[in-house]
């Protein structure tokens, strides 16, 4: 197994295109460990619904991002106290996903350092039934790549927190994330350690058998490839909330007379059709929701479509703003 070194960014947009460079570009017989550790964020699995998974709401006021990775799972919270681990490996077409062979060492260099680390049916790793890692994996024709989280000294708060999306009022077929309980690795440790500590132990034991010399350092060029990569996917609504599979959302608005009920049809992240609930006044509502249809479903758009449609406080209970607000998960 070979290092990937790494620019030691915490940017979790580059950090994910580095990983899909990797695994799309490198030769992936020796194989390879990655590690990296990114600032705050939500990153959700490929195929899931942002809007069940995450409480926004949280991540808005917090300033905590949001993004898609290329592989499935769940969603979950990175930060500083978290460390990411991908190992890249050849992929046989042909062959069905192995977690095997990626999560043993990973077992085994955590209990090598004092964790009593297990694995479960689901692929993740736990101690005292406790969960430390979720895990995801991705292929393409030639190579593939599992990688997962390591709690180490995580605002286990946060990531409670930011994944308490409700879901209220949604209805879709994207994955959905299980919850369970959560620890730090760093209060299983004895004698206690810091995260620099861990991360080099961690290393070296995932490297036993890596050949003298084998690191693998990328060049300016395929820098250059992985910085346009994280712009132009996971730095994109498009990716991160327009891929979500087709969904129904409904919300009622509580501030026009009557609080009539919305349900609004979201395909790719954008609205396709807005219907009011039957018995409800469609006159003017019928008027506002007419300019929605086309519209992103972001709270922004919303409040932008609404103001063209002449949203009225007087006529309406509330502004742009406030009916976009209520509209919005």
């Keep these: 197994m070979r290092w990937i070194e790494t620019r030691d960014s915490h940017d979790p947009a580059g950090n994910l295109a580095l990983e899909e460079w990797c695994v799309r570009n490198l030769d992936p ?96 790793l736990t101690v005292g039934g406790q969960k430390i890692s979720g895990n995801a994996q991705f292929t393409t024709m030639r190579s593939m790549f599992s990688h997962g989280t390591l709690l180490f000294d995580a605002d286990l708060g946060a990531v409670r927190a930011s994944l308490a999306g409700s879901g209220e009022g949604i209805e879709t077929g994207a994955v959905p994330s299980r919850r369970s309980p959560v620890t730090n690795i760093r209060a299983h440790l004895a004698p206690p350690t810091d995260f620099a500590d861990f991360r080099e132990r961690f290393a070296r034991a995932m490297l036993a058998d890596a050949v003298p010399g084998g690191s693998v350092h990328l060049d300016a ?70 300019h929605l249809t086309g519209t992103r479903y972001e709270r922004g758009a919303l409040r932008e479509a609404l103001e063209r449609a002449g949203a009225d406080p007087g006529l309406d209970g509330g502004d742009a703003a406030t009916l976009a607000t209520a509209l919005h998960a």
Excluded at 228 to 233: F, H, Q, S, V, W
Excluded at 244 to 257: K, V
């Design 221 to 290: 060029a395929a820098w250059a490839e992985i910085d346009g990569l994280a712009e132009t996917r996971y730095r994109a609504w498009e990716w991160t909330y327009g891929r979500a599979p087709r969904f129904t959302i409904r919300r009622t608005l509580d501030a026009m007379p009557g609080a009539p009920g919305v349900t609004l049809e979201i395909e790719h992240g954008v609205i396709s059709a807005a219907r009011i609930a039957a018995g409800c006044d469609t006159r003017r509502l019928g008027h506002l929701l007419a």
């Design 29 to 124: 017989e020796p194989g390879y460990l990655l590690l990296y550790v990114n600032e705050p964020a939500v990153i959700v699995g490929k195929n899931q619904n942002v809007y069940r998974e995450v409480d926004l709401a949280w991540t808005r006021a917090h300033g905590v991002p949001v993004l898609r990775r290329i592989s499935g799972g769940g969603a979950v919270y990175h930060d500083p106290g978290n460390l990411n681990f991908s190992v890249l490996r050849p992929f046989r077409p042909g062959a069905r996903l192995d977690f095997d062979a990626y999560l043993e060492p990973v077992v085994q260099a955590l209990r090598a350092l004092g964790v009593p680390a297990e694995r479960t049916a689901r692929n993740d």
